[in-house]
């Protein structure tokens, strides 16, 4: 699968172990709750099945599509594209599931727009962090990685020139 150009950061093997840690936290901290698994479109979606397909836990499955527009990253602006219906948040105890929190302007703007549809409680997972590219603090309860400032593809991720979300492994090109 490895193409041309891009180097391994995160191996295949690597996430699988990490997934199975993180669903048997989740699975313990979930027990007996009213879940409602709140995955970001679209690159969360690989993330959030092979996550949530290694739980025990009930759970309903909701979808949420934000954009951030990388020209203006000044201004920051998140916008909505596509809602999830109050009747799953409402009163649940919800996980947002996203697959990477960089400046942290989409998860922070996107917590408080959960928060104002009154969840029961409202946690954050996140497969990957970029610390050092933070502007807002943003708190993430359960996550996979913390990963230094490379531009990531694969798993989800994707870049520029596209359809590279399906590579099985998360890989790099160098900034
Ligand atoms: P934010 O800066 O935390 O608001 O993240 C905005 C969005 O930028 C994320 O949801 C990703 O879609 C995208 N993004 C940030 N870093 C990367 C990366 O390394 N590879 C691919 N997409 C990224
Ligand atoms: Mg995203």
Known sequence: HKMENLKVLISEEE??????????????????????????????????????????TKMQFAFIKISSYEGTESTGKVTLKSDVS?????????????????????????????????PKSLKLCSLVSKP????????????????????????GFDDEEGFRRNLPYIGYKEV
């Not at 699988?16 to 969360?44: F, H, R």
């Not at 996203?98 to 009154?118: C, F, P, Q, W």
């Open 15 to 56: 996430i699988e172990k990490k997934l199975e840690e993180l669903a048997s936290q989740l699975d313990k901290d979930y027990e007996g709750k009213e879940t409602t698994i709140l995955s970001v479109l679209n690159g969360a979606v690989f993330f959030t099945t092979e996550l949530t397909l290694k739980m025990k």
């Open 86 to 118: 109050n009747s799953l948040i409402e009163g649940k105890d919800v996980l947002i599931v996203e697959d990477i929190v960089d400046t942290g302007r989409s998860m922070s703007y996107l917590l408080e727009h959960i928060k104002a549809k009154n």
């Open 132 to 155: 050092s590219r933070r502007e807002i603090e943003v708190p993430i309860d359960y996550l996979g990685f913390e990963i230094p400032n490379k531009f990531i593809i694969g798993y």
